[in-house]
């Protein structure tokens, strides 16, 4: 597997680069999840990362890459798929 190095934003990660493997398509995963111990033993906290486009060039507006920015609320959101139905409409 092929690994890109990829910056990560805000939280206790900021500034750090790390190794991270591609997909098939060349994209490093949607959300990245980095469990942290307790000190106490106790269940660990997992830091979220989402991951959004670095930047984009001047000319032709194509994206640059990919960077992990911090996600506080430390859950994804659930998952959408477009031929389900909304519960609470109609």
């Known amino acids: 597997m092929r ?32 469990p942290v111990p307790a000190a106490d033993g106790g269940p660990p906290t997992v830091l979220l990362y989402e991951r959004v486009p670095s930047g984009y060039t001047k000319r032709l507006g194509l994206q640059k890459g990919w960077k992990y920015t911090y996600s506080p609320s430390g859950e994804k959101p659930k998952l959408r798929w477009p031929w389900t139905k909304s519960r609470g409409g109609r």
């Open 3 to 34: 690994s890109e190095p990829t910056p990560f934003e805000g939280g206790p990660m900021d500034g750090r680069v790390l190794p991270i493997l591609v997909g098939p398509t060349g994209h490093p995963p949607k959300w990245y999840e980095i």
